[in-house]
């Protein structure tokens, strides 16, 4: 079973930048859309489970991307077949970018794997 697991998030000031990592160990992941979610902090109460994971960027195995348009200009997201590895470079960062990152498939070309943890990205004023 494939196994996410996310890792370079954390917190910094509005105007920052972080550089998002996913691996996967798993055999033909050059032929894979991968992507990247976020999911916003729940509101008081709400359990997390129930917040959606909103699509952030999605690279395509050919190599073409496709972002968000909260995120076009700021973040990058790239892809490292030889490593089973994909980025998420984030750029001025702001406020509303603060959530919950997570990696995974692109959902609509392959079927969802099990969600990681995700990492958390905090950006302050």
């Known amino acids: 079973q494939v196994r996410l697991v996310e890792s370079g998030g954390g917190s910094v000031q509005s105007g920052g930048s972080l550089r998002l990592s996913c691996e996967v160990s798993?055999?033909?992941?050059?032929?894979?859309?991968m992507a990247w979610y976020r999911q916003a902090p729940p509101a008081p109460g709400q359990p997390r489970e129930l917040?959606?994971?909103?699509?952030?960027?999605?690279?395509?195995?050919?190599?073409?991307?496709s972002y968000d348009d909260s995120v076009k200009g700021r973040f990058t997201i790239s892809r490292d077949n030889a490593n089973n590895a994909w980025h998420l470079q984030m750029n001025g960062l702001k406020p509303e970018d603060t959530a919950m990152y997570y990696c995974?498939?692109?959902?609509?070309?392959?079927?969802?794997?099990?969600w990681g943890p995700g990492t958390q990205v905090t950006v302050s004023l």
């Open positions: 995974n498939t692109a959902r609509g070309f392959n079927d969802l794997w099990p």
């Open positions: 917040v959606p994971r909103d699509l952030v960027a999605y690279i395509t195995a050919a190599g073409a991307a």
């Open positions: 798993m055999l033909n992941f050059r032929t894979y859309h």
